[in-house]
C-alpha cells in the first residue's frame, strides 16, 4: 500500500480520499453507527464565530456570545490558545468543521476525532438519544432566531437583550431531569407557537383570577399549595406561570430552556464523550498507519499533538486545572479495551462480567448506556485509579486542616471511585435550588428553595445577582432560602420587585 | 459518504452583530478609556485600535454556585507522598478550587477584562462623542475610499438622476425631426389655401376639403408626444479614486496659563478630527506645532501640549511664525494648507487688529482653510470680534466656540460645507 498523501498540505480531494479510507475503518471494520457527516472548511475567524456562539452554526444575537468572541480572539491572536481544532455539532447530518489552517494530519484527526467519534456518541448515548433530536435542531435554532429577530424589532432590542440576559442566568435551571421532551420539526413549532402564546396566556389568566369566594366554608380553608410540589426546572415555571410575562416573552423563555436542555447531555457526558471521540481517532489513525495508509510523518505529528490532548498534568504542577476529561475518558475505554483482551486477577476480581469478553461490544455498551458519573463508578479499576495516582483530599470547614481522605491503595478504590463519581454528578455540583412557593392569595411573591448539600452555603454575590433576574422574570418578589439538612433556614436572599427590577 | 463543502468563503463575520451588540452594552466603559486614549496618544497615531479593559464583575453573568463553606471532597491526580489519614495545612488564599468564582472562566482571573477595539470601533466611539451624522463618520473613517464624479450621461437610472435639461433638449431635437416633414406639407398646403382663397370664396369643395387637410396635419403635428421615455438622459456618476496631494495642517495654539488641561484635551480632539480629515484626502500630511504666548515657536507634539511653559499673550507672534513657515517650507502652489487655532480668546488688547490683518494678507490667501475655536466660557473676547471681520470677508476661515467636546464638530461642519467652493 502506498500512503495516501505524503505533504502536510490539504486538498479537497485528500480530505474525501482520507475521509473514505477511515470511514472504511470506523464504519465497515469497527461497526460504528453514525449520522451522516457534513465536513466544513472554514477559516480561523469562522472557527472563532462558531466557538462563541457556543458551537451552533446558527443562533440569536446575544451580547455575551459577543463577549465570547472577543476574548477568544484576543487569546488566539496572542497566540495563547490554538483554536479548538474541533467543532463538531449533534445534529443530522452531523457538522463537523475543520479548519482551513489545520494540516492534512490534523484534518484527518478531526475527522476521525468528529465525525466518528463524537458523531457516533451523539447517536448512541441515551441520554442524547432521549433528550436530543439531532434532525430537528438547527431548524429549530432558524426558528428561534427568526422569532427573536423579530422581537427586538418589535420591543427594542435593549428590553429582548434584558429578558435574555435573565433566562440565561437561569440556564442550568432550565432543564428538565427526567421528562422526556417533544421532538418537533421547524413547521410544527412554528405553526404550534402562535397556538401556545393564546393558550399559555389564558391559563396564567386564570390562574390568578382572584374572584372573591362568598362561600364561608372555602374562606376557612388551607389555601391551596402552589406548586402542589416544588419544581425543578426555574425557566419551566416561569415561562407556565410567571403572572406579567408577556406571550412574546414566554416564548423567549421557552427558546433560552430549549437551547438549555438540548445542551444538557453534553454537561453529564464530557468525559464519556471527550474520551471516546479521543479513543477512536487513536485507534483509528494507527490502524490507518497499520495498513500503510500514512507515513511515518503523519503519525509522529498525529502523536504529538495526541499526547497533548491527553496529558494529565498533576495536582503540583503550575498549569493544573483538574482532571483533564480527554485524559480520563481515553484511558478508561482504553483500559476496557484492555480488562477484555488481556484481563489480570485483579480485573477478574473487580469486573468479572467485562474481563474476556468482546471489546467491541463491552465499549459500545459503556459509551451507549451511561453518563459521566455512573460510567466512572462502573468502570474506572484499580488500575487506572493507580496510574493516574489519585487521591482525594476532604475539605471540611469545621476542622482547621485538610483531611487525605483515601488514596490509590486497597482501601481507597472504590472510596476513590465513588467519590470520582459523585464528582460528576450535576446535580450535587450545582446548587439544588427550586421553585418553593407563591403567595397566590396575597402579594404573588415567589419564594425558591436551595437545599443544602454537605453543608454547602450558596455564593451570596452572585446568589444575590441571580434573583434579580428572576424578580425581572417573575414581576413580583422574589426569596431564595437555603434551607440545610433538617430544614432550617441558613440564608435569606430577597429582591423586591418594583424598585431594583427596573434596572439591573 | 461525507458532504464536503467549502465554507471560507460565506458567513465572514457572523459574530461582527454580537460583538457590536457587546460593544453597546459597555459603551460607557468604552468611552471612557477612548477619551483616555485619546489623551495619551498623538494626533497622528489613530491608526491602530485601541486596549480596552473592563472590570470583570461588570461583565459576567451571574449564576448560582456554591460558595466557601461546608465539606467538599476532591478527587486530584499525582499523589507522591500522601497516605491515607494525612491531615494537611489549607492552602492559603481560598479553599481550593471546587465550585469556585465564575470570573476564571474566561482565563482572566480577577483582572480586568481585556480586549482589543478596531481602528474603525476606536474612531466610531471617538465620534460618537462629537455627534458626527453617521455619513460623515464613514468618510471621515476613509472606509469611502472612491469619490463620485460625473461622468457625462446614460440612457437609464434613477428618477433621481434625471438630467432634465438634456431631456428636454433631446425631446426637442425628437420633436424637430419628427415634425419637419409634416411641418413642410402643412406650409404647403397652408400656401396652397391661400392661393385657393385668393380665387375661390370659402364655401367651395377644394377649399373645404384643403382646410380639412391643414387641419389633420395640424392634429398629426399635435400628436407628436412632447416627452418619451426615450428622451430622458440621467446624470452619470462614476467611482474615482479619491484624490492625492499633499497638504499641511499647522495646529497654533496659546499656551497662556489659562489654557488649562481640559482646553488642551478639546483642542487636541479638533486637531484629530482634521488630521483624519485631511488623511482622507491627501496622500502626505505633514503637521506643524506651533505654540505661543507673548513669542511664537514651533515645537513637537509633546512639547505643544505638555509644556508648562507660559506668559502673556501676543497671538500675532504665532501668525507672523505661521507665515514665515508657509513661505519657507511649503509652497502654496505643491502644498494644500490648513490651520487650526486654538486659544481661550484672550489677547493683547492692541495685537487683535494686528491678528486681522496677518490673517488677511499673509495666511489666507496661502491658506485652503483656516478655522479658529475660541475654547471658553464666558464672553468672547477682542481676538473674537476682530475675527468676525475677517470670517465675513473670508469664505474660508471658520470660527467657533466650544464650550464641550460636542461643539467641536460643529466648526467642523463648515470645514466639510465650504470645502467644493475652496477646491484650488
Redo the contacts between chains.
Sequence with gaps: MTPISTGSEWT?DL??EY??EI?KIAVDEFKLDVY????????A??M???Y??VGMPVNY???????H???T???YKRG?MGLAYEIVINSS?CIAYLM?ENSMTMQALV?AHA?YGHNSFFKGNYLFRAWTDASAIIDYLVFAKSYISKCEERYG?DTV?ELL?SC??L???GVDRYKRPQKLSLAEEQARQEEREQYLQMQVNDLWRTIPRRDKDDANREPPRFPAEPQENLLYFIEKSAPLLEPWQRELVRIVRKVAQYFYPQRQTQVMNEGWATFWHYTILNRLYDKGLVTDGFMMEFLQSHTNVVY??????RW?N??NPYALGFSMYQDIKRICENPTEEDKAWFPDLAGSDWRASLEFAMKNFKDESFISQYLSPKLIRE??????????HE??????????E??YRD?RS??A??YNLGS???N?QVWSVNVRGDRSLTLR?T????????????Q??LK?VGRLWGFDVRLESADNDGSITQRFEVKSSLELQRL | MSHIIDRRLNGKNKSAVNRERFLRRFKAQIKEAVSRAVKGRSITDIESGEKVSIPVKDISEPVFHHGQGGIREQVHPGNEEFIRGDRIPRPQGGGGGGGGGKASQDGEGEDDFVFELSREEFLNVFFDDLALPNLIKTQLMGVEELKQVRAGYTNDGTPANISIVRSLRGALARRVAMAAPTLARLGEAEEGLDELLESDDESTQEVREQRKRIHLLREKLGSIPFIDPFDLRYNNRIQQPKPTSQAVMFCIMDVSGSMDEQKKDMAKRFFILLYLFLQRNYDKIEVVFIRHHTSAVEVNEEDFFHSRESGGTVVSSALNLMADIVKKRYNSSEWNIYAAQASDGDNWDSDSANCGRIMEEQLLPYCQYFAYIEITEGEPQNLWYEYLKVKERQRHFAMQKIRSASDIYPVFRELFKRQPATRA
Design positions: 479537497f480530505i474525501d475521509d473514505r470511514r451522516p457527516n457534513q465536513l466544513e472548511v472554514i477559516t475567524e469562522q472563532m464565530d462558531a462563541s456562539s444575537h446575544h451580547w455575551s456570545f459577543g463577549k468572541f472577543v476574548s480572539e484576543k487569546s495563547q447530518p482551513e475527522i465525525a432590542i437583550e440576559d440565561h442566568a440556564m442550568n435551571y494529565q498534568p498533576p495536582v503540583t504542577a493544573y483538574g482532571i493516574f495516582r489519585m487521591f482525594s483530599i476532604r475539605d471540611d470547614d482547621d486542616k485538610l483531611e487525605v481522605s483515601a488514596i490509590h491503595d482501601n481507597g476513590i467519590k470520582l459523585e464528582q455540583r450545582e446548587p435550588i436551595h443544602m448539600h454537605n453543608r454547602r452555603p450558596l455564593d451570596e454575590g452572585s446568589a445577582e441571580v433576574h
